[in-house]
Each structure stands twice: as structure tokens, then as C-alpha cells.
């Protein structure tokens, strides 16, 4: 039986009593087991830390935790202690991996486990017993996600993995308790930016077409949820990829939403899905509610409640989702669903105040959605708030920038129990910390069906440039960015289209810093260059 506690962390992770972070160090099981309370956060490093591992638990599964974010290149399992070491191909995907289970805790065996970064740099694990059964489990597991995975190498940030859309094909057996689009919205949300949701009714089953704005998001959701219960013993998700690469909805209602479209009519007793999908999905020309009533009931799960959605209730359950009274007796409406703005103020805390200014904080934040307001603390200014437009953009800036490098040094970011960020009242001492961004020209998602929606990526070393004017030269861009005291590694234009380019620079710290830097800069002729991270590489 083991304890219940968590166990301490060793002298794996990550911490300044380990050893210095002067030089790379290697992890080979070998390593004191001294261990110290005070630790501080690491910078990130593609060897990452894995605790209360259950001890029946394969090779096969820990790897299975990284696959969706790219190759896993070494493991080291530590049974006797409960813990794994997983290294990551690059810092990169280590650090989305960390990034998105920040937010959603990964779960094997029906157990929590718990993903931080190690401060060894690699895995040296050659002359240690057991690990041929290991590198076999690692060549079998790449080699199955081999094809699904690698990433396009195509210069377009819209370019998808081979074989593999952003649109997710549900079905619902056992539909003992209706599914409403809000549910499927909330459960799926956890993986990352649902788009667009369709619902229709095909050979009696309730069915729906979900887009991803990545179509790593709706791999990590299929591997996830295929084959689990929404509700306990009932409501069995099976999940494929669709042949679709985009939806295309009318109206927002309670049978179909784009999330980016606000906008767009409710449409009542109108088709839902357009002709061509209608022939694709040989669906009726008013898709029909899967029993009578349905159209009645309410979202079975409201909003509020989305972060406590849990999936270790019990295998093959997503967790203790319950029917409201008032929804079974059909009283509640389902409504036009406007994003909500509770929870969308986050907290950023472990900043450098040599150097942090709300201007910054807008440019980074605003990347993943329209920030309202943002506020340095006056008496800590290490910490700020920001206030994004609604819970989803929150939730999205936080499981991508929280555990960044920015000036040096590792932001935290979490969500605030704050619901709103304060201005100042009139004549109040402020020195300039709290900013209202609320009418900024540089928001990028307020435009409806913004095609920026579909380019949200995490910080990366290699930036995507947009809106150059045709005089602008490679040479002066990359002295841009040279002159601004950045190594610049690689630069390109896009082939079909010079007002666009990548540029790769030394690290995702260097990139972040450069972004906030230069975006909205001046190029002349009307021109102010847009900078967003880029999930290509040059």
C-alpha cells in the first residue's frame, strides 16, 4: 500500500539545492536523496519530472503522457520511488507538455500524476538495468503516433499534421440524459480553443462535429475521451477525426455555435448545417432533436463549473456530472451563450519589476486574447493582474505563458479570484501600473471569425511576421531585430506572399521578449508589423 500523501520531490527536480545551474547536468538514477523544502522553479528543460506514478504502471502509458506534444526521446522509471523521468525531443514541446498539465491534471491508471521540469538537461540512462524494455516501448509508441504527429514542414502556420484534422466526429451512445452543445463544449475545452460545434441526429444517434483551432488539441481530446461515459454508466463518447478540415455555421442556437462569430443569427427552424455537409452527413435539412423535448432542457453543466470537471471519478467515467433537477423538468432554457466573464482576470506573479511594464504585459497576454485591463501590484510589483475579455481567452493565456522565461526569470500564472481589475480612483498614487486597454486598436480577436483565432500557438523560437510592406528588404528586418539585441538564426520569406515571414531566434525567452518589443513597430508606408508565434520551424 502506498502512503496517500504526495512524495517529496528528490534531488531530480528542479530546485537551487540540487546542483548549479552553471552547467548541464544528466539525470542517471544515481542521484543523492537529499531534499530541501525551499526549493524555487527551474527554468524549463526538455527532461521533465513525473511523481506518485502507480507502480503497475508500463513504460507504454508514462510515454503515452508525452506523445501528443511531440517525440519522447528517452524514460527512466524510478518504480521503487513512484516517479518517472520523461525527455522531450525539444525544450519546446517539454514546455507546452508542462504548460497544458498545469492546467488539466494528467491522470494514469485512474491516478493523479504530477509533470514539473527537472533541472537535468538530459537523460543518461545507457548502463542502466531494465531500459532495452524501455527503448523498445519507446521505438513501438513513436513509431504508432509517428504518422500522426510529425508536423508539416510547410513555411504556412495553417498548415496541419498529416492525416490529422482539427475536426473531431462525436457520437454518443446510451444517451440515457440529453447532451447539450454546452456540455460537449465544456468537456472538450479542456484540450484546448473549441471553435465551431455542430450537433445532428444521424441513424437515431446524437451526434456531433467539433473544430479545434489545432489539430493537436482534437488528437490529445480523441486519445482521451474516446470510449468514456460523460455521465456515469451512460452517455459513451466515440470519437473519430472527420473527414471535414473546417465547419462551416450558419447560426448560433442550441444545436450549432461558432464560438468566433458572435454575431450570427439564431436562425430558428433553419438548417443547421449547410448543403454540402448536409449531403456529406446524410442528415434531414432541420437536424431534429434525438427525442422529443430535448430542445428544453438546459446546458446540464453550467460554465461555473467547468474547472471542477473531473475525469478520475471512476474508469470509464469523465466524472460526477450531475442532471440538475430544473433541467429534467425541461424548465430552463438553453440561450444564445455569450462567453462568460467569470474567472477571466489572471494572476502573473514572480516578475522582475526592473523591467515589467502593463504595456508588456498587454503585447504578451493579447496574443491569446484582448486584454481589458492590467494592474502591477503597488506593493509587490513582482505581481500583476490581467484582465482578459472572457474565462476562455483567461484560460488559454494561462495554460500557455505560465511557466515561460520573461526577464529572467519563470512566471507563474493562475487564475484570479479577483473578478474584475480595479482603476484607480481619481487623485489615487498609482504611477502608472494599472492601464485600461479596453478600446486599444491592437486587439487581435475582436473581429468576428478573425482568422487569428486559428493561429493561437505557444511560445516558440521562431516568430511569424505579417504586414510588411513590399520595400521592406530580409537584411532590414533581421537588422530589426539584431540592432534590438537579438541573435537572429534563421529568417525567410513566405514564397507566396512577402508581406509574411519567419524569423528564428535564439530561445523562446529571446522570442517572447522580441515580440513584446517589436510588435506594432513602425515599418513605414502605413505599416506596423505584427508579431505571433509560429508552430513552423525554418
Same mark, same amino acid.
Given at each position: 500500500?502506498?502512503?496517500?500523501?504526495? !512524495? *517529496?520531490?528528490?534531488?531530480?527536480?528542479?530546485?537551487?539545492?540540487?546542483?548549479?545551474?552553471?552547467?548541464?547536468?544528466?539525470?542517471?538514477?544515481?542521484?543523492?536523496?537529499?531534499?530541501?523544502r525551499d526549493r524555487s522553479p527551474c527554468g524549463?528543460?526538455?527532461? /521533465?519530472?513525473?511523481?506518485?506514478?502507480?507502480?503497475?504502471?508500463?513504460?507504454?502509458?508514462?510515454?503515452?503522457?508525452?506523445?501528443?506534444?511531440?517525440?519522447?526521446?528517452? /524514460?527512466?522509471?524510478?518504480?521503487?520511488?513512484?516517479?518517472?523521468?520523461?525527455?522531450?525531443?525539444?525544450?519546446?514541446?517539454?514546455?507546452?507538455?508542462?504548460?497544458?498539465?498545469?492546467?488539466?491534471?494528467?491522470?494514469?491508471?485512474?491516478? *493523479? @500524476?504530477?509533470?514539473?521540469?527537472?533541472?537535468?538537461?538530459?537523460?543518461?540512462?545507457?548502463?542502466?538495468?531494465?531500459?532495452?524494455?524501455?527503448?523498445? #516501448?519507446?521505438?513501438?509508441?513513436?513509431?504508432?503516433?509517428?504518422?500522426?504527429?510529425?508536423?508539416?514542414?510547410?513555411?504556412?502556420?495553417?498548415?496541419?499534421?498529416?492525416?490529422?484534422?482539427?475536426?473531431?466526429?462525436?457520437?454518443?451512445?446510451?444517451?440515457?440524459?440529453?447532451?447539450?452543445?454546452?456540455?460537449?463544449?465544456?468537456?472538450?475545452?479542456?484540450?484546448?480553443?473549441?471553435?465551431?460545434?455542430?450537433?445532428?441526429?444521424?441513424?437515431?444517434?446524437?451526434?456531433? =462535429?467539433?473544430?479545434y483551432a489545432d489539430p493537436m488539441n482534437a488528437?490529445?481530446?480523441?486519445?482521451?475521451?474516446?470510449?468514456?461515459?460523460?455521465?456515469?454508466?451512460?452517455?459513451?463518447?466515440?470519437?473519430?477525426?472527420?473527414?471535414?478540415?473546417?465547419?462551416?455555421?450558419?447560426?448560433?442556437?442550441?444545436?450549432?455555435?461558432?464560438?468566433?462569430?458572435?454575431?450570427? !443569427?439564431?436562425?430558428?427552424?433553419?438548417?443547421?448545417?449547410?448543403?454540402?455537409?448536409?449531403?456529406?452527413?446524410?442528415?434531414?435539412?432541420?437536424?431534429?432533436?434525438?427525442?422529443?423535448?430535448?430542445?428544453?432542457?438546459?446546458? &446540464?453543466?453550467?460554465?461555473?463549473?467547468? &474547472?471542477? /470537471?473531473?475525469?478520475?471519478?471512476?474508469?470509464?467515467?469523465?466524472?460526477?456530472?450531475?442532471?440538475?433537477?430544473?433541467?429534467? #423538468?425541461?424548465?430552463?432554457?438553453?440561450?444564445?451563450?455569450?462567453?462568460?466573464?467569470?474567472?477571466?482576470?489572471? /494572476?502573473?506573479?514572480?516578475?522582475?519589476?526592473? %523591467?515589467?511594464?502593463?504595456?508588456?504585459?498587454?503585447? =504578451?497576454?493579447?496574443?491569446?486574447?484582448?486584454?481589458?485591463?492590467?494592474?502591477?501590484?503597488?506593493?509587490?510589483?513582482?505581481?500583476?493582474?490581467?484582465?482578459?475579455?472572457?474565462?476562455?481567452? #483567461?484560460?488559454?493565456?494561462?495554460?500557455?505563458?505560465?511557466?515561460?522565461?520573461?526577464?529572467?526569470?519563470?512566471?507563474?500564472?493562475?487564475?484570479s479570484k479577483h473578478q474584475t481589475v480595479q =482603476?484607480?480612483?481619481?487623485?489615487?498614487?498609482?504611477?502608472?501600473?494599472?492601464?485600461?486597454?479596453?478600446?486599444?486598436?491592437?486587439?487581435?480577436?475582436?473581429?468576428?471569425?478573425?482568422?487569428?483565432?486559428?493561429?493561437?500557438? !505557444?511560445?516558440?523560437?521562431?516568430?511569424?511576421?505579417?504586414?510588411?510592406?513590399? %520595400?521592406?528588404?530580409?537584411?532590414?528586418?533581421?537588422? =530589426?531585430?539584431?540592432?534590438?539585441?537579438?541573435? @537572429?538564426? &534563421?529568417?525567410?520569406?513566405?514564397?507566396?506572399?512577402?508581406?509574411?515571414?519567419?524569423?528564428?531566434?535564439?530561445?523562446?525567452?529571446?522570442?517572447?521578449?522580441?515580440?513584446?518589443?517589436?510588435?506594432?513597430?513602425?515599418?513605414?508606408?502605413?505599416?506596423?508589423?505584427?508579431?505571433?508565434?509560429?508552430?513552423?520551424?525554418?
Amino acid at each position: 500500500m502506498w502512503a496517500s500523501e504526495e !512524495p *517529496p520531490a528528490s534531488a531530480f527536480t528542479c530546485g537551487r539545492t540540487t546542483m548549479s545551474n552553471s552547467t548541464p547536468s544528466t539525470a542517471n538514477g544515481n542521484e543523492s536523496k537529499t531534499y530541501k523544502r525551499d526549493r524555487s522553479p527551474c527554468g524549463p528543460s526538455r527532461v /521533465l519530472h513525473v511523481r506518485k506514478v502507480p507502480i503497475e504502471v508500463s513504460e507504454a502509458e508514462v510515454i503515452s503522457l508525452g506523445i501528443p506534444f511531440g517525440k519522447v526521446t528517452n /524514460l527512466l522509471m524510478l518504480k521503487g520511488k513512484n516517479q518517472a523521468f520523461i525527455e522531450m525531443a525539444s525544450e519546446e514541446a517539454a514546455i507546452t507538455m508542462v504548460n497544458y498539465y498545469t492546467t488539466a491534471t494528467p491522470h494514469v491508471r485512474n491516478q *493523479p @500524476v504530477y509533470i514539473q521540469y527537472s533541472n537535468h538537461r538530459e537523460l543518461k540512462t545507457d548502463n542502466l538495468p531494465n531500459q532495452g524494455r524501455t527503448q523498445a #516501448a519507446l521505438q513501438a509508441v513513436n513509431a504508432v503516433h509517428s504518422g500522426n504527429m510529425t508536423h508539416s514542414a510547410s513555411a504556412s502556420d495553417s498548415s496541419m499534421m498529416p492525416g490529422q484534422s482539427p475536426v473531431l466526429r462525436i457520437i454518443v451512445e446510451n444517451l440515457f440524459y440529453p447532451v447539450s452543445l454546452e456540455v460537449l463544449h465544456q468537456i472538450f475545452s479542456k484540450f484546448g480553443t473549441v471553435l465551431k460545434i455542430i450537433t445532428f441526429t444521424k441513424n437515431n444517434q446524437f451526434q456531433a =462535429l467539433l473544430q479545434y483551432a489545432d489539430p493537436m488539441n482534437a488528437h490529445h481530446a480523441k486519445v482521451t475521451l474516446d470510449g468514456q461515459n460523460i455521465y456515469n454508466a451512460c452517455c459513451t463518447l466515440r470519437i473519430e477525426f472527420s473527414k471535414l478540415t473546417s465547419l462551416n455555421v450558419k447560426y448560433n442556437n442550441d444545436k450549432s455555435r461558432d464560438f468566433t462569430r458572435l454575431d450570427l !443569427p439564431s436562425g430558428d427552424g433553419q438548417p443547421t448545417l449547410d448543403p454540402a455537409m448536409t449531403a456529406a452527413f446524410g442528415a434531414p435539412g432541420i437536424i431534429s432533436s434525438p427525442y422529443p423535448g430535448a430542445a428544453g432542457f438546459a446546458p &446540464a453543466v453550467g460554465f461555473p463549473q467547468a &474547472a471542477g /470537471l473531473s475525469m478520475q471519478a471512476m474508469p470509464g467515467a469523465l466524472g460526477p456530472l450531475t442532471i440538475p433537477t430544473s433541467a429534467v #423538468a425541461g424548465r430552463m432554457a438553453i440561450h444564445g451563450m455569450a462567453p462568460t466573464a467569470l474567472h477571466s482576470v489572471l /494572476l502573473v506573479s514572480n516578475l522582475n519589476p526592473d %523591467s515589467i511594464s502593463p504595456h508588456g504585459l498587454f503585447i =504578451l497576454f493579447g496574443v491569446y486574447g484582448d486584454v481589458q485591463r492590467v494592474k502591477i501590484l503597488f506593493n509587490k510589483k513582482e505581481n500583476a493582474l490581467v484582465q482578459m475579455a472572457d474565462a476562455t481567452q #483567461a484560460q488559454l493565456a494561462m495554460s500557455h505563458l505560465n511557466g515561460q522565461r520573461l526577464h529572467g526569470r519563470v512566471i507563474r500564472v493562475t487564475i484570479s479570484k479577483h473578478q474584475t481589475v480595479q =482603476l484607480p480612483r481619481e487623485g489615487q498614487e498609482d504611477q502608472g501600473l494599472t492601464k485600461d486597454f479596453s478600446g486599444s486598436p491592437l486587439h487581435r480577436f475582436k473581429k468576428p471569425g478573425s482568422k487569428n483565432f486559428q493561429n493561437i500557438f !505557444p511560445p516558440s523560437a521562431t516568430l511569424h511576421l505579417s504586414n510588411i510592406p513590399p %520595400s521592406i528588404a530580409d537584411d532590414m528586418l533581421k537588422d =530589426l531585430f539584431s540592432s534590438a539585441g537579438y541573435k @537572429v538564426k &534563421a529568417f525567410k520569406f513566405f514564397q507566396k506572399d512577402r508581406k509574411m515571414a519567419l524569423i528564428q531566434l535564439g530561445s523562446v525567452e529571446e522570442a517572447i521578449q522580441a515580440l513584446i518589443d517589436l510588435h506594432n513597430h513602425d515599418l513605414g508606408e502605413n505599416h506596423h508589423l505584427r508579431v505571433s508565434f509560429s508552430k513552423s520551424t525554418i
